[in-house]
């Protein structure tokens, strides 16, 4: 079955410092992967996305995230946070024409 | 840009009454889905839907819940008899192409049983 797990609950930063939100998975095909960001009272936004090509993928607002195939990993960075980046960051997991996987979610909290 | 969308945005019941909750997919979209976060707590998959049929649903989608595409725009679950577990943020979510698999997010309806 599949599943995801995000290793960090809580993360607290001050602005500007650099952000790296870990994200692995079980799943024993071909998968999709992808970031959700969901802001304070909003709705789930797509970050980025990976399907296939290069590991590096950027996404929207600066955040890129890097697929390591050998590690299951889909790990989510960002250089320099902003206090406008505090909300929850979701990993999610799709295989060819399966449904979403969600992982538990990392509530970032950046402080100004 | 076109976006998905859901009504209402908040939904207050009584526990045993019955519950409709409304999204309009992407119009052409093809695939569509609900899903819940219950407060604190993961997104979880409740169902898919296509071509006018339930695709694939989870353990949490019992007898209690239903859904229905009644027109060509509007995508609709109900809960029957509601309790206080149902309380959670409800999803819904649509794909233009099942493989293609990105999933395009509403707003969500939150529902308070009480």
């Known amino acids: 079955a599949q599943s995801v797990s995000q290793h960090n609950h809580h993360v607290i930063l001050s602005e500007a410092a650099s952000l790296e939100l870990g994200c692995n998975y079980s799943y024993g095909g071909t998968v999709n992967l992808f970031w959700y960001v969901q802001y304070p009272g909003q709705h789930l936004q797509l970050l980025l996305k990976?399907?296939?090509?290069?590991?590096l993928v950027k996404g929207i607002k600066g955040f890129e995230a890097e697929f390591i195939k050998s590690k299951f990993s889909f790990n989510l960075r960002k250089p320099s946070v902003q206090w406008s980046d505090t909300a929850e960051y979701f990993c999610?997991?799709?295989?060819?024409?399966?449904?979403?996987?969600f992982g538990p979610g990392t509530r970032l909290s950046v402080l100004p | 840009e076109p976006e998905v969308t859901q009504t209402p945005s908040h939904q207050v019941t009584q526990m045993g009454q019955e519950v409709i909750l409304r999204c309009v997919p992407i119009?052409?979209?093809?695939?569509f889905y609900w899903y819940r976060q219950i407060l604190g707590q993961k997104v979880e998959f409740l169902v898919s839907f296509y071509n006018n049929e339930i695709s694939e649903k989870s353990e949490i989608f019992d007898d209690q819940f239903s859904v229905e595409r009644p027109d060509g725009s509007n995508f609709t679950l109900k809960i029957r008899s509601t309790k206080l577990e149902d309380s959670a943020m409800y999803f819904c979510?649509?794909?233009?192409?099942?493989?293609?698999?990105?999933?395009?997010f509403g707003p969500g309806t939150r529902l308070t049983v009480l």
């Open positions: 119009s052409n979209h093809l695939y």
């Open positions: 999610a997991v799709g295989g060819y024409g399966q449904n979403f996987v």
């Open positions: 990976y399907f296939s090509g290069d590991p």
């Open positions: 979510a649509s794909s233009p192409d099942r493989a293609y698999n990105e999933q395009f």
